[in-house]
Nanobody
Framework: QVQLVESGGGLVQAGGSLRLSCTVS????????MSWYRQAPGKQRELVAE???????KYADSVPGRFTISRDNAKNTVYLQMNSLKPEDTAVYYC?????????WGQGTQVTVSS
């Protein structure tokens, strides 16, 4: 059974930093991409950052230069380093793994940025 376990969320002041981690347990055939999404209250879930097997990355327009996605294939873990956090970054952050045959989601971790 595949599980995505996220950690690293919390409360931080504006301008601060957090690093989110998402570790995949269980066997997934051919992971193609690992991503972070977020959902703020009353808003749709949106893509924050994605990293492919080849190391290619893409980011939401609101985060380049502040957020960095990376992955450790040996540990089946994807990270999201978030710097210069703003109150508008407050949301539940979800890890997503896209494989050849399926899509997997983590349970979410709350990030709250106070002004």
């Amino acid at each position: 059974q595949v599980q995505l376990v996220e950690s690293g969320g919390g409360l931080v002041q504006a301008g601060g930093s957090l690093r989110l981690s998402c570790t995949v347990s269980g066997s997934i055939f051919r992971i193609n991409a690992m991503s972070w999404y977020r959902q703020a209250p009353g808003k749709q879930r949106e893509l924050v950052a994605e990293i492919t097997n080849s190391g290619g990355t893409k980011y939401a327009d609101s985060v380049p230069g502040r957020f960095t996605i990376s992955r450790d294939n040996a540990k089946n873990t994807v990270y999201l380093q978030m710097n210069s956090l703003k109150p508008e970054d407050t949301a539940v952050y979800y890890c997503r793994v896209l494989s050849t045959f399926s899509t997997y989601w983590g349970q979410g971790t709350q990030v709250t940025v106070s002004s």
